[in-house]
T-cell receptor, first 115, second 113 residues
Framework: EAGVAQSPRYKIIEKRQSVAFWCNPISGHATLYWYQQILGQGPKLLIQ????????DSQLPKDRFSAERLKGVDSTLKIQPAKLEDSAVYLC?????????????FGSGTQLSVL | GDSVTQMEGPVTLSEEAFLTINCTYT??????LFWYVQYPGEGLQLLLKATKADDKGSNKGFEATYRKETTSFHLEKGSVQVSDSAVYFCALVHQGGSEKLVFGKGTKLTVNP
């Protein structure tokens, strides 16, 4: 079974630039999550999609972060403009319908460095 | 709000040593509890879980028991291997809501031959 695919693996940008991350979840997984993992901390949920609808985006900094999942499959997370404190690993995860946490699978993440 | 507190790392052990990584939580009601593991260069993986008080989760020789009276979910393994070197995250979730996972800060374990 193919895993959750994320790209790019690494990204280095300067502050105030824009950046986008891409995630392709497991086939058939209706629920998709984006987490932010700052060095030395546990992952923090940014946004949760159920198919192409947003379930929870309460911790997404909406003034600079946006995410979409137009066809209920792939998703992109964008930061515009980036700040130094956005340096982190951005993790995508997905789960099948009705089995949110037991079957939650994570991608390897995109490591973002903002200089 | 809900939170998870893990013991500070890093933890360094010799092969075959006994491992304990402490985890305590603060939450209303009865959350489900999890341990996730992140091996170098890989994504987070579910290691084990427990959904109610006194449940014991186990996998790959690791165990953790859901202790409601002490709000704890300590991870243990009787004899660690070099291949267990990873970062371990304790997490909780309230079922029935948005089911958002709340993670601890993680504990890095290094096992030396």
């Amino acid at each position: 079974e193919a895993g959750v695919a994320q790209s790019p693996r690494y990204k280095i940008i300067e502050k105030r630039q824009s950046v986008a991350f891409w995630c392709n979840p497991i086939s058939g997984h209706a629920t998709l999550y984006w987490y932010q993992q700052i060095l030395g901390q546990g992952p923090k949920l940014l946004i949760q999609f159920q198919n192409n609808g947003v379930v929870d985006d309460s911790q997404l900094p909406k003034d600079r972060f946006s995410a979409e999942r137009l066809k209920g499959v792939d998703s992109t997370l964008k930061i515009q403009p980036a700040k130094l404190e956005d340096s982190a690993v951005y993790l995508c995860a997905s789960s099948p319908p009705g089995q949110t946490n037991e079957k939650l699978l994570f991608g390897s993440g995109t490591q973002l460095s903002v200089l | 709000g809900d939170s998870v507190t893990q013991m500070e790392g890093p933890v360094t052990l010799s092969e075959e040593a006994f491992l304990t990584i402490n985890c305590t939580y603060t939450a209303t009601g009865y959350p489900s509890l999890f341990w996730y593991v992140q091996y170098p260069g890989e994504g987070l993986q579910l290691l084990l879980k427990a959904t109610k008080a006194d449940d014991k989760g186990s996998n790959k020789g690791f165990e953790a028991t859901y202790r409601k009276e002490t709000t704890s979910f300590h991870l243990e393994k009787g004899s660690v291997q070099v291949s267990d070197s990873a970062v371990y995250f304790c997490a909780l979730v309230h079922q029935g809501g948005s089911e958002k996972l709340v993670f601890g800060k993680g504990t890095k374990l290094t096992v030396n031959p």
